[in-house]
């Protein structure tokens, strides 16, 4: 797995090929909170491709509710491939503990599924910078189930939040989809 040191991504091409697009910024302020905003990549033991089975994004589901009910977050986006996730949180000000919420989230998927060990023990944490940052963070888990083969466009991918922001007007439906020109410069992104 690469480190973010490795990336190179093109800061311009994401932006302007952004949803609002034409010219908008995109209002990435109004979601982040004075907590940190982190990215997450959390991959299953042996890579076996279990998460997208219609039990396990249930129980996925429930995990984070309940999680969220004590431990309260934000999840700023999120996708789910067979056998790993990314997603992205803003924690409340003032609390960086999301090993804890991890633990918890892991370990109800492990104590309510049926499978031994589910989980690698490590997951992968990056610290959010800035808007930029958070912009190509938000592309690359949108973008993820393309770049992984799964789906020529983001939209065609079900275990994502990026339906709930093309409700919201900040993506278009075709974002993202392969035709679109800039596609190369996120995937060159070896994060997973
Ligand atoms: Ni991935």
């Given at each position: 797995?690469?480190?973010?040191?490795?990336?190179?991504?093109?800061?311009?091409?994401?932006?302007?090929?952004?949803p609002?697009?034409?010219?908008?910024p995109m209002r990435?302020?109004?979601?982040?909170?004075n907590g940190g905003t982190?990215?997450?990549t959390?991959?299953?033991n042996?890579?076996?491709?279990?998460?997208?089975e219609k039990s396990?994004?249930d129980?996925?589901?429930d995990a984070?509710r309940?999680?969220?009910?004590?431990?309260p977050f934000?999840?700023?986006?999120?996708?789910?491939?067979?056998d790993h996730?990314?997603?992205?949180?803003?924690?409340?000000?003032?609390d960086?503990?999301?090993?804890?919420?991890w633990?918890?989230?892991?370990?109800?998927?492990t104590?309510?599924?049926t499978?031994?060990?589910?989980?690698?023990?490590?997951?992968w944490?990056?610290?959010?910078?800035?808007d930029?940052d958070?912009?190509?963070?938000m592309?690359?888990i949108?973008?993820?189930?393309?770049?992984?083969?799964?789906?020529?466009?983001?939209?065609e991918?079900?275990h994502?939040s990026?339906?709930?922001?093309?409700?919201?007007?900040?993506?278009?439906?075709d974002?993202?989809?392969?035709?679109?020109?800039?596609?190369d410069?996120?995937?060159t992104?070896?994060?997973?």
């Amino acid at each position: 797995m690469c480190r973010l040191s490795c990336l190179k991504p093109t800061y311009d091409g994401v932006l302007k090929a952004s949803p609002c697009g034409k010219g908008k910024p995109m209002r990435y302020r109004r979601v982040r909170q004075n907590g940190g905003t982190y990215f997450f990549t959390v991959v299953t033991n042996k890579r076996k491709k279990i998460l997208c089975e219609k039990s396990s994004v249930d129980l996925l589901r429930d995990a984070f509710r309940i999680v969220k009910d004590k431990h309260p977050f934000t999840i700023d986006a999120m996708v789910v491939l067979p056998d790993h996730l990314h997603c992205m949180w803003t924690l409340p000000e003032n609390d960086d503990d999301y090993p804890v919420r991890w633990r918890l989230i892991k370990s109800y998927f492990t104590r309510n599924g049926t499978w031994d060990s589910p989980w690698q023990n490590r997951f992968w944490e990056h610290v959010i910078r800035d808007d930029k940052d958070y912009a190509n963070h938000m592309a690359y888990i949108h973008i993820n189930p393309v770049k992984h083969g799964h789906v020529p466009a983001p939209v065609e991918w079900e275990h994502s939040s990026f339906h709930r922001y093309v409700k919201m007007g900040w993506f278009d439906t075709d974002w993202g989809s392969k035709r679109i020109f800039w596609m190369d410069d996120i995937m060159t992104w070896d994060l997973d």
